[in-house]
């Protein structure tokens, strides 16, 4: 038996590259078999007769629909949270000085150490089920704040769980890199080798979907990080980079070299690694939030990165110490107001250029047939109105692998 339905009378912003711009259709229609689209376009190319009866029909009432969004780098498994540090960073500390005195990433792994597995769900889940309130369908989540064995593989676990318990797909990205802990006793060497050392037991338990790592003067050095990709590269998991967010450390140029999946933050990136990124496809992922919490004032290299033909993607970043945001619609009003970027490339960025910064555009971002049939519709029927609200995000309902469901 048929177990599809047909959305129609829907305004489609597809992302099909194929098409310019949005990919816009506005008189559109949605065919759905087995979850998966089997149609996307003007409802004039879809003969009734094409539509199976036993479809279940969904009109939409000429609303905006778009890819279900993809907040492509997160860090949303974590016990505690860094008000304190916000207050202090009122009061003229900066990020780096709260970081060397303890502060920082090592607050939060302190906090994770000591948390319950159910309590970093439950936390978790309560913050996934805001992003999922502004129609994110996919989201990735970072390790990173257990820094050793036992404390990665709970972060990752958790994150899985979040993925089969809740409604959204979850990919998880290893970030044994992201900072040392105190028992390394300032050993960042030794600590790197552990870090390549725990790789193999998290990939063979299938926790790992990417590496990623922090090249940064207050984390580690390109070659620290290189020694985490070269065995990461040995394992086949793909690569994601925390690059150039505070100062220019060459991390798009060595993300590039990696042939790595993504480069993030890229503040202070140069055009050259601009030039790597984009002879290697690796796309830049854009943190708005970040650059906003920590009154940044230098913006990414947006100008260059187009210039070269390097892919935009947008995130919230979502973390306790630089970013602590739930929405991803506001993460676009952000890179607009902030960065510059266009409706068009604010709304690629969380949906198409997403996933192709997480190695999954086979799948998801672009509403075309073969694809999951993800969806946000919204109340809305132009796309500038997805960017130009800062709160309060206009969504109407929430499709996921042809399902309508619930957080
Ligand atoms: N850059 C960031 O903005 C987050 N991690 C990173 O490498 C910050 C994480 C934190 O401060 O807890
Ligand atoms: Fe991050």
């Known amino acids: 038996m048929f177990t599809g339905a047909i959305y129609s009378n829907a305004r489609l912003a597809t992302l099909a590259p194929a098409l310019p711009g949005l990919g816009l259709v506005d008189d559109g229609a949605i065919l759905v078999s087995d979850g998966r689209i089997v149609f996307a376009g003007p409802s004039s ?11 279940v029909r969904i009109d939409c009432e000429g609303r905006l629909v778009t890819p279900g969004l993809i907040d492509c780098h997160t860090h949303l498994v974590h016990g505690g949270e860094r008000s304190a540090e916000f207050e202090l960073r009122l009061k003229g500390a900066s990020y780096q000085e709260i970081a060397r005195t303890g502060g920082g990433i ?36 970072k390790s990173g704040y257990g820094l050793d064995l036992a404390t990665e593989a709970r972060m990752l676990r958790v994150a899985r769980r979040l993925g089969r318990e809740r409604d959204v ?48 003067g207050i ?14 590269a040995a394992l086949g998991l793909p690569l994601k980079l925390h690059a150039d967010q505070l100062s220019d450390g060459g991390g798009a140029a060595l993300a590039a070299r990696y042939r790595a999946l993504s480069a993030d933050h890229l503040e202070y990136a140069s055009e ?33 990165f187009r210039r070269h033909g390097v892919r935009l993607a947008v ?35 969380v949906t198409r250029e997403a996933a192709r910064s997480l190695g999954i555009a086979d799948q998801v971002g ?3 047939a073969g694809k999951w049939c993800d969806l946000a519709i919204w109340d809305a029927e132009r796309p500038a109105e ?5 709160g309060g995000g206009p969504l109407h309902a929430r499709v996921r692998r042809g399902l309508r469901t619930g957080a």
């Open 169 to 216: 797909s979850v990919l998880t990205t290893f970030l044994g890199a992201h900072a040392l802990p105190p028992e390394a006793r300032g050993d960042k060497d030794g600590y790197i080798r552990l870090v390549a050392e725990m790789l193999p037991a998290l990939a063979a338990e299938g926790l790992i979907d990417a590496v990623d790592g922090f090249c940064e």
């Open 272 to 304: 050259g690694g601009a030039a790597a990124m984009a002879a290697s496809g690796t796309v830049a992922v854009l943190l708005p939030g970040a650059y906003y919490f920590l009154r940044e004032t230098q913006a990414p290299p947006v100008e260059a």
């Open 386 to 390: 997805l960017v130009c609200r800062i």
């Open 106 to 141: 090592n607050a939060t792994v302190a906090a994770t150490r000591q948390a319950t597995d159910d309590a970093l769900f439950a936390t978790a889940s309560a913050r996934l089920a805001r992003l999922v309130a502004d129609g994110v369908t996919t989201v990735e989540i």
């Open 315 to 349: 995130a919230t970043d979502c973390n306790p110490g630089t970013s602590p945001l739930l929405s991803l619609l506001t993460a676009m009003n952000m890179a607009a107001t902030l960065f510059r970027l266009s409706v068009e490339e604010c709304l690629a960025g």
């Open 219 to 232: 984390a580690f050095s390109p070659s620290q990080i290189g020694r985490v990709f070269d065995a990461a």
């Open 366 to 368: 672009t509403l075309e």
């Open 45 to 55: 190319e879809l003969p009734g007769s094409a539509v199976p009866p036993a479809a």
